[in-house]
């Protein structure tokens, strides 16, 4: 119970760091997996570095759920949101609703050396323009299992369908899309979480 999964990183000197943690939704938003999921990581991250900036994008969610509120007042975590991309190419690129690359890249520039965690593959153009900006070595990528579980459920639901109906194309595409390009993170980073 006592387990940090990020702990090794204590072994690069996160104690005297800032670490950025980039997740894909609004974290103050009705609180799913993936909220649940970024808001302890972010938690748990606040054990081992100096200062932790979580950024995620702005949903317009004026009463934040209790978990959100309670982690905001450990003094060492600050919440940062900023607005979404706003482009129709986004959401080819999977990062319609994801936080803005070019706030995220003005935020994270202020700081030297710091770590950088990107948070679901759905953030991946973020991704991309991070590695493109300051390179793989502290890169760091924090997978949502859920994402597999879904692509793996397409999977199986076309395998199982006798006969052509209407969400079998909608699942073919997306599981040939999502199969592509959420997989695509692990290639850009330092190491997986």
């Known amino acids: 119970m006592n387990h940090n999964p990020f702990e090794n990183q204590t072994k ?3 104690k005297n760091k800032t670490v950025f943690y980039i997740a894909p939704e609004d974290l103050r938003d009705k609180l799913s997996g ?5 808001l302890t990581d972010a938690y748990l991250l ?4 100096q200062k932790v900036v979580v950024i995620y994008p702005d949903e317009n969610t ?3 759920n209790n978990l959100y509120e309670k982690i905001s007042l450990k003094k060492n975590i600050s919440f940062k949101c900023v607005s979404k991309n706003k482009s129709k190419l986004y959401k080819v690129l999977l990062s319609e609703k994801r936080p ?12 030297k050396n ?3 965690f990107i948070s679901c593959h759905r953030n991946l153009l973020a991704h991309l323009i991070i590695f493109k900006s300051f390179g793989i070595k502290n890169l760091f990528f924090k ?16 395998a199982r369908t006798k006969c052509i109906e209407p969400l079998f194309f909608k699942r073919f595409i997306s599981t040939i899309i999502y199969l592509f390009f959420e997989h695509f993170s692990y290639l850009f980073c330092s190491k997986i979480y």
């Open 100 to 111: 803005s690359f070019i706030e995220i890249l003005s935020i994270i520039r202020d700081v």
């Open 143 to 158: 997978s949502h299992g859920s994402i597999f579980l879904h692509n793996l459920d397409n999977l199986y639901a076309i």
């Open 46 to 49: 606040s054990d081992i570095y």
């Open 34 to 38: 993936g909220h649940i999921e970024s």
């Open 62 to 64: 004026y009463n934040p």
């Open 12 to 14: 690069y000197g996160s």
């Open 114 to 116: 710091a770590d950088i």
